[in-house]
């Protein structure tokens, strides 16, 4: 067990003091910033709906949809390909830990950063969405935002999103592992599965882990479901997506343990050495 | 060392004339860049496709000069719904569309640069994060500087290796577009209208080619792993467009045109583009009826203040990347 | 017994052969791997480490296979040739993370740490930053790491690379030291000069083939086609020539400088035992006797020059 302590604790610190760090900061807070800065232009709002609608759209628009998959990306390619570029893979293997163990503990130790880094940010654009609002007092444009308890959404999210970090994480993990190149796969990724595919109103939205982890929050946060109800979207299609009762858990696991079984097994099995030898 | 083994005998001769820096030295950068990220085969393709766009551009311009031919006819209807879905303007009811011919070749040059924004993306995520931060990694740096290699020089070579790249994609294919449609289909119109349309192609292409390019490089100068040279660029490309909607849905709409309305690159190149190709008055001078329109035929925001946005833009990125150049000549250690 | 044993292992980067049908052992003590650049010294030492995986054949290491074997594994300490180093830490943090890795903890590991550091002539240096040490002074942190967690084996992949002449002379005595200990050391370097000043058991690789192993002299005796070289430095070399050139055993006499006669004989042992004793036949004064090719750069340059 000390063996994958210490590792876990190194790597957790080297993520603490990368400037790395400085970047993921910079991307996480950029909702609240953009926040900040809407609420000093905007006209003070009166409408519970209209603060609803501006904070769930920050929550799910910027930070669901494309800071936690960024940051993701760049943690997860790198996971282990940073090693193998940076040649201490070699160090890591050849202690007393099995390859699987190295990866599996590296991936605990980055989940467990990115869900707090995660949390931190979705507790700080709270602050700044609904700092200063009491929404008791505000007129609701329909009866679920008259109930609105910002609150519980808050817990909902915080509830939900770590099961999107770990998700994605565990995705582009393998991504690092299955080809040498692996930027150009996760770009494409991103943008075309999750990005594209996951607002697209058609069914294949469901595949994707982005709608897995919206059909989560929906369960944890039921008014959640109008935010995804496209003018362009039927009621069948929505109650397909949305099915009544479906956490997306089943989803989020599967995902993730056949992401990381493959990990193990492509990193049990392959040499993943730093360099090409030279054809002469 | 017997004679045979001299260095004269090896026919070495001393350089005798004096080391200048060369004006050209950039070029040599640019070539060197250039042949290197082109070995790649992702990088060519990306190219490639880039190019196939052309084709596309072309079959448009086929379209309307066979509709111009058709006007009126019942086989035109296909070609008018074309139209209606590719351009997003309904010209059912226009009697002579060859009027209308320089404001719809725009309309498909629009069309092929709202496509090439997105390749742009990809291109730039391919050839752009490693033209300095792999010189980082390999600590090349020093062997640069070591030569008659000014930082000014290496960030312009650097800076013209990302534009290469990223003209392949927007401004040669759609170069290439015009001279091809106007070979096949006789042009926007008059020689004057042909080269107008060439020369707003020339710009906005050129502007689009150095904005990218300078936020590239500045990103690849902070840091010798490319992958979050990546991260940082496809952060900035997505999350601005996000954060975009956000504050058009959150604010009233008047807030939004000035600065607040010019968050995403995008959307700045967009609006700078379509005042270059002067949309707004060809719009109005055709005066299309309202129901015409499937879509907004102009984007949402002010010229100048996307103009000063991406200027600002470009300056900060490339002041930060002459800093770190110069930062990196005068260190021997390098980062 | 030995330490490493390799059956018939080859090892293939697509078309480029790295290691080719090589069956041999490592015993005990301190082995020399040798050979030329590209020669597959380093595909050697990543396969007893379970970085490679073998194309064909098997090598174990103490008896059991090494890939993803940590029971093997932290019997062996190993030492990378190129830079191996995390950002953000300081030559001490990164070997007590590395011994903690190896499962030591406490006052042990602590005490191992400081022993390993002062060992390697680290102490000055330790608690600074890596990314700001000379290529020496990473050597020498790398070095330590090796050692922190008392391997009974040391893989050493060009230990000497970067460090000064004292440092070298340091690290060769330190080598001796855990050699008499009882560490079993297979260590690659292209100064050959060192490597014979530490051990007389070389394995001399080229090309992926072994060409020769064993004792250094053992090897330089089998190579027939090679005359060997005896260098006599004495006052009257024509004099001492006249009499030898009648030897059958001797085959060639060349007068090199006007104090220095080179004998090339197969039969350096009997050439041996005859010119004693027409050297005092003769009453010449010689100052030394010695063999002019035995040495591991001659023996290297005669395997590598026939196998190229």
């Known amino acids: 067990m000390r063996p994958i302590a210490a590792l876990f604790t190194f790597t957790v610190r080297q993520m603490l003091f990368s400037r790395k760090l400085w970047m993921t900061l910079l991307l996480l807070a950029a909702p609240s910033a953009l926040i900040v800065t809407i609420r000093s232009v905007a006209p003070p709002v009166e409408d519970a709906g209209e603060l609803w609608d501006r904070y769930h759209g920050s929550v799910q628009f910027l930070l669901v949809m494309v800071i936690i998959p960024l940051v993701c990306m760049v943690y997860g390619v790198g996971l282990i390909g940073s090693e193998v570029e940076g040649h201490t893979l070699a160090h890591l293997i050849t202690r007393r830990m099995r390859r699987a163990t190295v990866l599996l503990v590296k991936f605990a130790a980055t989940a467990l950063v990115l869900v707090v880094l995660s949390e931190l940010a979705l507790a700080a654009l709270y602050a700044c969405a609904l700092a200063g609002y009491d929404v008791s007092s505000l007129t609701g444009a329909a009866p679920a935002h008259a109930h609105w308890s910002p609150g519980r959404d808050l817990l909902g999210y915080m509830a939900t999103i770590p099961a999107g970090v770990v998700g994605f994480l565990a995705v582009f993990t393998l991504i690092g592992l299955l080809t040498a190149q692996p930027l150009a796969l996760s770009v494409f990724y991103l943008i075309a599965m999750e990005v594209v595919m996951g607002n697209v109103p058609t069914g294949a939205q469901a595949y994707t882990l982005l709608h897995a982890q919206r059909v989560a929050m929906v369960y944890a946060i039921p008014e959640l479901s109008d935010l995804f109800h496209h003018a362009e979207i039927s009621a069948g299609l929505h109650d397909r997506l949305f099915p009544e009762g479906a956490t997306g858990l089943p989803q989020l696991l599967g995902v993730v343990l056949a992401a990381l079984v493959l990990s193990i097994v492509l990193v049990t099995v392959r040499e993943l050495m730093p360099t090409k030898v030279a054809r002469e | 060392m017997t004679t045979a083994h001299t260095v004269q005998s090896c026919r070495y001769s001393r350089w005798d004339g004096q080391l200048s820096r060369s004006r050209w030295t950039w070029l040599m ?22 190019g196939l766009l052309v084709l596309g551009s ?51 040059f629009l069309l092929a640069v709202h496509i090439q924004m997105f390749w742009v993306v990809l291109m730039v995520a391919q050839a752009g994060p490693g033209v300095i931060a792999n010189d980082l990694k390999a600590r090349a740096l020093p062997i640069y500087f070591a030569k008659p290699v000014t930082p000014l020089t290496y960030l312009v070579g650097k800076w013209m290796t990302v534009v290469v790249f990223i003209a392949m994609v927007t401004l040669i294919p759609n170069l290439a577009s015009l001279l091809l449609g106007t070979w096949m289909t006789g042009g926007p119109g008059t020689w004057g209208e042909f080269l107008v349309l060439a020369g707003d192609l020339l710009v906005s292409g050129l502007g689009l080619c150095v904005v990218a390019g300078a936020i590239v490089i500045a990103l690849s100068s902070l840091t010798s792993d490319r992958r979050y040279v990546t991260g940082a660029w496809l952060a900035i490309c997505v999350l601005l467009v996000a954060a975009q909607a956000v504050v058009r849905d959150a604010l009233p709409a008047d807030s939004v045109r000035g600065f607040l309305g010019c968050i995403s690159l995008k959307d700045n190149v967009l609006v700078l583009t379509e005042w270059l190709f002067g949309m707004r008055e060809a719009w109005e001078t055709a005066a299309l009826p309202s129901e015409a329109f499937i879509r907004a035929p102009l984007s949402e925001g002010s010229p100048g203040c996307a103009a000063v946005v991406l200027a600002g833009w470009t300056v900060g990125a490339l002041l930060l990347c002459y800093r770190q150049v110069v930062r990196f000549s005068r260190s021997a250690a390098n980062v | 017994m030995s330490i490493i044993e390799l059956n018939a292992l080859s090892k293939w980067y697509g078309e480029v052969i790295g290691l080719n049908n090589v069956t041999t052992r490592v015993g ?33 290491v103490f008896g059991d296979r090494v890939w993803d074997n940590p029971h093997v594994l932290t019997r062996i300490g190993y030492c990378p040739e190129g830079d191996a180093f995390w950002p953000n830490v300081t030559g001490r943090q990164f070997v007590t993370f590395l011994g903690r890795a190896s499962g030591m903890h406490g006052a042990a590991l602590k005490t191992a740490v400081h022993e390993v550091i002062e060992s390697t002539g680290m102490t000055p240096h330790a608690d600074r930053a890596i990314r700001g040490y000379s290529k020496g002074m990473r050597q020498r942190i790398k070095l330590a790491q090796t050692l922190v967690h008392r391997p009974q084996l040391l893989i050493l992949d060009e230990p000497f690379t970067g460090a000064d002449p004292v440092a070298r002379h340091h690290l060769a005595d330190l080598f001796r030291e855990l050699a008499e200990r009882g560490v079993d050391i297979l260590l690659s370097s292209h100064v050959l000069h060192e490597v014979e000043a530490l051990t007389r058991q070389i394995l001399m690789i080229d090309h992926g083939r072994i060409v020769a192993e064993g004792d250094l002299q053992t090897v330089r005796r089998e190579l027939h086609d090679r005359p060997h070289a005896i260098r006599v430095r004495l006052d009257q070399p024509r004099r001492l020539g006249r009499r030898l050139v009648d030897l059958e055993e001797v085959m060639s006499l060349r007068i090199a400088a006007a104090d220095t006669l080179i004998i090339e004989t197969a039969s350096p042992d009997r050439v041996h035992h005859q010119l004693s004793g027409i050297i005092l036949e003769e009453g010449i004064a010689v100052r030394e006797i010695a063999a002019a090719d035995e040495s591991l750069e001659a023996v290297f340059g005669y395997l590598t020059n026939r196998s190229a």
């Open chain 2, 58 to 108: 072309c079959g448009m311009f086929y379209a309307l000069s066979l509709l111009e031919t058709l006007v009126g006819t019942s086989q035109a209807r296909g070609l008018y719904d074309f139209i209606r879905v590719m351009l997003g303007v309904d010209v059912s009811g226009v009697a002579r569309l060859e009027e209308l011919r320089g404001l719809l070749w725009r309309c498909v």
């Open chain 2, 29 to 50: 950068i640019v070539c060197i860049g250039v042949r290197l990220a082109a070995k790649r085969s992702r990088t060519r393709g990306l190219v490639i496709a880039g």
């Open chain 3, 28 to 60: 005990h003590g301190i082995t020399g791997l040798v050979g030329p650049n590209g020669a597959g010294k380093s595909t050697l030492m990543g396969l007893a480490m379970g970085q490679l995986r073998p194309s064909k054949g098997a090598i174990t």
